[in-house]
């Protein structure tokens, strides 16, 4: 049986990863928590080289986001419950997503947050690049439709709870059936 997907998309600096690990304490099902951010963490990039230039970005990022984007429906085919934690920069990610993913159970909600929240929260965070989250707040929700949409400035129990509540209620067609059928409709 294949796992389920709870997956967060927003900008940069939103408060997914504190959603995410609350979700994961309190979800009544095992959940793994994955990133992009726990890939990087793990030293999976060639970074110091990619710095130097000895690997262009350009011809790395691609491929390194293509395998994430791959490894979620092994992931949950083995039978493991994700939550995920994104930032889909692209209507092509998008698309991509949808076709990988559409076929298992996922429930997609929105983060969002406003700009000067985002860009105070990355300033204090130090590790991020400033104006990514200004670059992903304008795009990130674009072409998205979400089965559950929240307010990054909420307290995360607050957050956590609409999502649990929403996760229990789910039912089909989901956001991804619905970005699915728009995709081949002409």
């Known amino acids: ?39 990087n963490a793990a030293h999976v990039l060639p ?27 092994a992931l949950a085919e083995a039978g493991n419950n994700l939550v995920v934690e994104h930032i889909v920069e692209t209507i092509d990610w998008m698309h991509r997503l949808v076709r990988l993913l559409g076929r298992l159970d996922i429930f997609f909600v929105g983060v969002h947050c406003p700009l000067p929240e985002l860009e105070r ?7 991020r690049r400033l104006g990514d989250a200004k670059a992903d707040f304008e795009l ?10 929240v307010d990054g400035t909420l307290p995360v129990d607050r957050n956590v709870d609409a999502i649990i509540g ?8 989901s956001a991804f059936d619905r970005m699915a059928h728009l995709a081949v409709t002409p």
């Open 1 to 39: 049986m294949s796992g389920k997907i709870i997956l967060l998309n927003g900008a940069s600096s939103a408060g997914k990863s504190s959603i995410a690990t609350a979700l994961q304490g309190r979800l009544e099902e095992p959940f793994w928590h994955f990133s992009i951010d726990h890939l």
């Open 47 to 73: 970074e110091a080289r990619i710095r130097r230039g000895e690997f262009p970005s350009s011809t790395v990022r691609p491929q390194f986001f293509e395998g994430f984007h791959r490894c979620l429906p």
């Open 121 to 127: 929260r990355e300033r204090e965070r130090g590790d």
């Open 140 to 149: 990130v929700h674009t072409f998205a439709l979400y089965d559950l949409e």
């Open 166 to 173: 929403g996760w229990k209620k789910r039912q089909r067609p």
